[in-house]
């Protein structure tokens, strides 16, 4: 990942959330990510739309990690003695409201940025809940979300290597995200009790989130200055611009559905495009070399 766990982590001072007496507050912590969880099968449609195995590879697997992270978040509901309930709005409103259209806007906006926010906030349990169990649930997850993390960094950057124009498009949607993650940091800072010495910390821990997310996007390529930089109208015009060209390539996507309908238009799956793969042409190169080392000696 481009942050260390070190500089993810937020510091307590100590702080801790009891299981009985902040029943409520670790209940409704894990309502939200049961909801990012159940998220996960979006996953099968960016496998089925995968640019090349790599991705695709990595995907299936997500898929089943997210399937498996729903059932612990049931666990730890059940040791709560909680029903699972919904999400709140700005929660849905990021993790389905704002489902990407394209590849490089799903490693950016939902892997990378949005499971870099969630996992911050798995570290923040881990850290604070004083359940072995709990801690332990969450410990097991956590590497699975580290690696989803590190690769939606890894194909963000290199997306943006390859076409440099997709940066600013790929800002102005993270710009939105980050603007609801900010809204809701100030819902939470008006519903968690200021005499209760973790909760009262909540928008420190927000702001710490927040600012890792710009040092993520800057890491990344997205960001090319301290976001303090960009005023209200610049980002403004920025997300004014990203949703802009969205909703002209959707439009654009919905004109050509009939042509794709013949097989010169048809969109290029991987089955189609495997065989120059790069996965498999490296593994062919492999081969290659093998047969050409043996036939040498
Ligand atoms: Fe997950
Ligand atoms: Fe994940």
């Not at 959707?250 to 009939?258: N, Q």
């Amino acid at each position: 990942m481009l942050l260390s766990r070190e500089e993810m982590r937020f510091d307590f001072g100590g702080a801790k959330l009891d299981p009985v007496a902040d029943r409520d507050v670790i209940a409704f912590a894990v309502q939200q990510f049961l909801y990012g969880e159940v998220t996960g099968i979006q996953v099968g449609h960016w496998l089925y739309n995968a640019p090349d195995l790599d991705a695709a590879r990595f995907f299936a697997r997500q898929s089943l990690e997210e399937m498996q992270h729903v059932g612990n978040f049931l666990r730890i509901l059940e040791i709560l003695g909680v029903e699972a309930q919904p999400a709140h709005p700005a929660i849905r409103f990021l993790a389905t409201g704002m489902m990407p259209s394209t590849f490089e806007e799903h490693v950016a906006l939902e892997m990378a940025l949005g499971e870099g926010l969630v996992l911050e906030a798995f570290y923040a349990l881990i850290d604070t809940v004083e359940h072995p169990e709990i801690v332990a649930i969450l410990k097991r997850g956590v590497r699975q979300e580290e690696s989803h993390v590190a690769f939606g960094e890894r194909r963000t950057k290199a997306a943006i290597e390859s076409r440099p124009a997709l940066r600013r498009r790929l800002l102005g949607t993270c710009l939105m995200s980050l603007w609801v993650v900010s809204r809701f940091g100030r819902y939470l800072e008006k519903k968690m009790p200021p005499e209760h010495p973790l909760l009262r910390q909540i928008p420190a821990f927000v702001a710490h989130v927040v600012k890792n997310a710009e040092i993520r996007l800057r890491r990344i390529g997205v960001l090319d200055r301290p976001l303090a930089s960009i005023g209200p109208a610049a980002r403004v015009a920025l997300v004014g611009e990203s949703y802009a060209t969205k909703a002209v390539l959707g439009f654009l996507d919905v004109l050509a559905a009939p042509f794709r309908l013949l097989p010169w238009f048809a969109r290029k799956r991987l089955t189609e495009t495997y065989l120059s793969d790069p996965m498999v042409r490296g593994h062919a190169l492999k081969a290659q070399s093998a047969d050409d080392a043996e036939a040498s000696t």
